[in-house]
């Protein structure tokens, strides 16, 4: 038995001292005082908060965009994130086109299985809507693989909106839940060549090409739906306009979109390739609409997106060319660390509220729930211990990311994870990896809605 001492527990409604106990896997006890035997394993977690394991539900690892492949797979992608605090993944398997859900899965558990670090689940990306696409949706199902998503953007990937409005109707029969990329990728396409056309070739050419209005002007039809990586006001009043008509609507934001802005699309040089990203960064005031929104309780989810590439001879491949840059940037390890000293270092929000939003809410929206997600006797051991105090500078250099640089470089935050537990065994300590390859796939349920 491994048993947590004197830690401050966190769910999404409360905080409270107490002992937890955890064995075969699974949390065995919460109990005030828990006795223990020699044989035994302790931690002392006095003056820690002790969180259910962060779950990022938006990452891309080994993923291959048709000219090079994330500098992140399930190796350093899932280490990372561990020494982070995160102890599960949602990662987006991808349908190539002309092939079938059934190999996209396929290949998706080849990528993850006995490489991954933390507990791993997977979203089908569909980029081929036809007939034997439609009947494998519930094999999806029955896979554990109960959210798809679709890109309105990317040519390689997106669908139209009469197969958008198709799928959504299909899903919600089987209980499947839908991720929407909002970017109309129609009038990116147009706006891009007008840049390119006007001689602008470089990153400051990347968000004049996908303004905020692309995104808010994706059509989210009258179903559940969940808006991945929102960005900006205008997508926000969109999410607003639809949930005041009736609509379910679950919001993901991601921690790039609430702590940078599109100035660093001005840096000298190239240094602007590492803030591509689609969508872009925004404005400040976009960024702080966000903000707002986290605090009113507008936000359901905190994801990283991560998709990483250097930018020695990945970023640098769009040079002479914006529109060549691979888009995406790291952030699994630091999402937690981030959020805590944006958010409850600094009082803006409850640790309740953080537990929510990068624990509890992914759990219940994907299905895992309460497996994952909380603090309890028989949910699996998945627990991160947090030291609210440690104050630490995040770089490059020390992040376990196979990637050459990190955008929060240089960054002081307060928070960091002390120890982490993978299924019940010591998988991190203090940002550092103890024990790796732990991770095993989680089978998600489908939704009632
Ligand atoms: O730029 C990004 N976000 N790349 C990853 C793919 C996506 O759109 O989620
Ligand atoms: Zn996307
Ligand atoms: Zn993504």
Redesign the pocket.
Known sequence: MYVIQNGTLVSAERTWRADLAMEGGKITAIAPKIPISPEDQVMDASDCLVFPGFIDP?T?LD?DNGVTVTADDFSSGTLAAVCGGTTTVID?ATQDRGSSLAQALTLWHKKAEGRSSCNYAFHMAITDWNENTRRELGDMAAAGVTSLKV?L??DALRIDDGQLLDILGECRSLGLQIGC?CENGNVVSLLQKRELARGKRGPAAHPISRPPEVEAEASLANCPVTV??LSSAAGLEEVRRARARGQTVWVETCPQYLLLDDSRYQLPGFEGAKY????PLRSSADREALCQAVRNGEVDTIAT?H?SYSFAGQKELGREDFTKIP???PGLEHRPALFFHQFAASGLLSTERMCALLSENPARQYGMYPRKGVLAVGSDADVTVWDPKAVWTISAASQHHNVDYTPYEGMTVTGKAKAVFINGVPAAQDGEPVRTGMGRYVFRNALNY
Do not use: L, T
């Open positions: 938006h891309h993923m987006f890109y953007a990317y990329h991945v990586h591509v990203m689609s969508p997106d998709c888009n995406g940037a």
